[in-house]
C-alpha cells in the first residue's frame, strides 16, 4: 500500500486540497491520524474513496446521496443502489423536461422576434416584462 500526503491525493484524483478537506468535514472522506511530525497520509483506500465520490459526482448524485452510496456495499446491496440510481434518473428525466419546455418556448420567442416589425414590442423582452400577458 502506498502512501500519500493531501497534496498528493488530491492530485491523484484530479480535485483540490480544499476539496478533499470539505469531504472530511462533511464526512465522506475520513481523516488519518498524523504520521511522524504532523503529517497526515492517505492510502489507496482513500483515494478509491474520493474517486467514487467524484464519479458519484458527475452522474448528478449530491453529497447527501453519496453519503447514502457510500454506506452500501457493493456485493449485499445492489437493490438499495439500484433505488437510489432510479430515483436520480428520474429526477434527471424530470430536469430534462423542464429543459425541453424552456428551448421550446425561447425557440417560439425567437421566432415570433425574427417575425415581428420593429415597429411592435421585442416578444422577447415583453415576455418577461410581462409574464402573464404570454
Request: glycine share 4%; with cysteine; proline share 4%.
Amino acid at each position: 500500500m502506498k502512501t500519500m500526503t493531501i497534496g498528493r491525493l488530491a492530485a491523484a484524483a484530479d480535485v483540490g486540497v480544499e476539496t478533499v478537506r470539505y469531504y472530511q468535514r462533511r464526512g465522506l472522506l475520513a481523516v488519518p491520524s498524523p504520521d511522524v511530525g504532523q503529517v497526515r497520509h492517505y492510502g489507496d483506500a482513500a483515494l478509491s474513496r474520493l474517486r467514487f465520490i467524484r464519479r458519484a459526482q458527475q452522474l448528478g448524485f449530491s453529497l447527501d446521496e453519496i453519503t447514502e452510496l457510500l454506506d452500501l456495499d457493493e456485493n449485499t446491496d445492489r437493490t438499495a443502489a439500484r433505488t437510489l440510481a432510479k430515483e436520480k434518473l428520474a429526477q434527471i428525466d424530470e430536469r430534462m423536461a423542464r429543459l425541453a419546455a424552456m428551448r421550446s418556448a425561447l425557440t417560439e420567442l425567437v421566432s415570433c422576434c425574427e417575425h415581428t416589425t420593429t415597429t411592435q414590442p421585442c416578444p422577447i423582452l415583453h415576455t418577461l416584462a410581462h409574464p402573464d400577458d404570454a
